[in-house]
């Protein structure tokens, strides 16, 4: 009969079976969620968007000419604004930078034109667009080069000395280096050098003459801030 068949012997060996299995179960269910959580965290990567906000330096040859005037010069005055870039990572290496901002140059004569002084100002809108590769094998310190082009826009020009001034919109290259250094993984600081490659020819009125000339303004814009990688 039943209460025959379960013996003392017997049901502690079926008490120590039930026990050992539950402790198989519940190993076996801390293992799967283990592995799960592992799974979870190895498939949560970074945003391909990055936003930077830096103070940029905005220094610029003091070179051009004015076309027929021997031993004609320009010089321009340098400016520090806020600029906005967003990158985006095609790859760990590979990544596209959108960079904005915005400045004034003052334009002034030198050389044989230095009485003009103050020729005129004009507000610069150069967006420019760079192809990077990123170093990734040095941890959080993770340098970068990159080149580009960009269209540069001048508007609400004035004038100084001169009775009319149109600084004309052009293209131009841009070489860049830099580094991001990662606080965590979506913090970090940067430093960043560009090179603009810009010369835009321009035409004006002096004295109720007309001239024309080039502006090679060629910049420097060197900045800081800080990143967010989303």
């Not at 993984?185 to 090179?195: E, T």
């Amino acid at each position: 009969m039943m209460r025959d068949w379960i013996r003392p012997g017997h049901g502690i060996t079926l008490g120590i079976a039930l026990v050992l299995t539950g402790l198989q179960q519940a190993v076996a269910a801390d293992v799967e969620v283990e592995c799960v959580i592992q799974n979870t965290v190895d498939v949560v990567e970074p945003s391909p968007w990055q936003v930077r906000l830096r103070a940029l330096g905005v220094i610029t040859d003091d070179k051009g000419n004015v076309n027929g005037i021997p031993g004609s010069g320009l010089s321009y005055s340098d400016t520090v604004i806020p600029e906005l870039d967003f990158t985006y990572y095609f790859t760990d290496n590979l990544a596209a930078e959108l960079v904005l901002g915005t400045t004034s140059a003052n334009i002034y004569g030198e050389g044989t034109i230095g009485k003009l002084s103050k020729i005129g100002k004009t507000w610069v809108l150069p967006p420019t667009l760079t192809l990077q590769y990123h170093f990734t094998q040095f941890g959080a310190f993770k340098p970068y080069v990159g080149a580009g082009v960009n269209y540069t826009v001048f508007y609400n020009q004035v004038t100084g000395s001169a009775d009319a001034l149109d600084v004309k919109n052009t293209f131009g290259g841009a070489v860049q280096v830099g580094f991001d250094y990662t606080v965590d993984q979506h913090w970090g600081v940067n430093f960043d050098v560009k090179k603009l490659f810009l010369e835009p020819k321009f035409d004006a009125v002096v004295d109720g003459t007309n001239v024309t000339g080039r502006a090679k303004l060629n910049p420097w814009l060197i900045g800081t801030g800080v990143t967010y990688r989303f």
